[in-house]
């Protein structure tokens, strides 16, 4: 924005985009075509960031687009005439999209011929951009891009896929309505009704569907080859919140990963073994419990740290188990804020003051926490050659129960 105005910024894009193809045409192709971008404006994290509006679309940023499209097509007529025997084709998905956009109950989305109920669209909206912040809008988005060979997971019961079945754990999801929307209906250890966010990362990276938890024993290693939860219901940063749970500690669960790494390579041989490991995505949904359970019911950390030190020791835990997969071979990983904590039921029930309602000095502290985690991301990016971190949040789930009616009935 310091060396361009916006026409001067699309002119210079769109030169790049006509150097690119003049490259491709030089090495043999010459069947091509440019697609034009979407509506950006109206991309999920463009309707969180409108502070104005918030929820609409930010139109001066589909304004650009509008003006970028245009620019790209004449583009492409300028290339058809100048480089012989090269059709150069412009498409448009901006209408479409927006049309989607504007009326998402007839434009079939997904490929179903069946209207979407506007939940599972809001769903599928936030998954399509957190797969996007992966590995299309991270810094070294190329290479990134390319290949992502397993889901490595870690974590609390937001990802935990039924490891606490096979450990001594005070509570586990194996009875209804656990796993009411699964596959056949039964209860598979996850703490939901279906499927975690990671078995949906996982098949849209065109991995199988779910991603199994590692003390199953029905799963092999080829299976496993192809991700792999450690993740372990009540778990946290802090072990002495794992230990009043009785959960695997993120401690715990690093040595999992190393003991998988070793069956992997036995199995695939080392080279094998060290290109899944690097290709992987390694995903952390942890510090929940820390926040919710250890430090609020229990009284030990509190003892011990203000919120604000509690929070600074839960991310210098975060920190360093991330170095430590990175020191195993891990580089694309992703750092997950914790939930609206006072919003999960349980709080709701201990609120004495206020029957029902959310806890929200709970929840102020969760985004203390979150805006910290956000921080380690960016320090971990700039000291870790070759890796590729990302902070995502849930703020898809505030607004959930801000506003219920407006995601499903």
Known sequence: RAQFSPPEYVAFLVGHAGAAVREAYQLGGRKIQLTGIMPVGCVPIMRTLNLQKPGECMEEFNQFAVMFKAELHKAADKLTGELPGAPVVYSDMYGSVSAAIANPLEAA???????????????????????????????SSTAAAGKVSAIIV?????VDPGNNYYNPFVGRASFPPYGRDFNGGVPTGRYSNGRLIPDFISEGFGLPSTVPAYFDTNNTIERLAMGVSFASSGAGLDDL????????????????????????????????????????????????????????????????????????????????????????????????????????????????????????????????????????????????????????????????????????K
């Open 109 to 139: 989305i997904l490929g179903s011929k069946t209207k979407m109920p506007s939940q599972h669209l809001q769903y599928y909206q936030w998954l399509l951009l957190l797969l996007l912040r992966h590995f299309l809008l991270s810094p």
């Open 154 to 158: 870690f974590g609390d019961s937001t």
């Open 241 to 408: 919140t794992s230990e009043f749970i009785m959960a695997i500690p993120l401690s715990k669960q690093i040595e999992n990963f190393m003991e998988y790494k070793e069956r992997l390579t036995l199995a695939k041989g080392q080279s094998a073994a060290n290109e899944i490991i690097a290709e992987a995505l390694y995903y952390f949904g942890i510090g929940n419990n820390d926040i919710g359970v250890n430090y609020f019911l229990l009284p030990q950390r509190r003892a011990q740290f203000s919120p604000s030190e509690y929070v600074a020791y839960l991310n210098g835990h975060a920190d360093a188990a991330v170095r430590e997969v990175y020191q195993l071979g891990g580089r694309k990983i992703q750092l997950t804020g914790i939930l609206p904590v006072g919003c999960v039921p349980a709080m709701r029930t201990v609120n004495l003051q206020m029957p029902g309602e959310c806890r929200e000095d709970f929840n102020q502290y969760a985004t203390m926490f979150n805006a910290e985690l956000r921080k380690v991301a960016n320090k971990l990016n700039g000291e870790l050659p070759g890796a590729q971190l990302v902070y995502e949040d849930y703020s898809l789930v505030s607004a959930i129960i801000a506003n219920p009616l407006e995601y499903g």
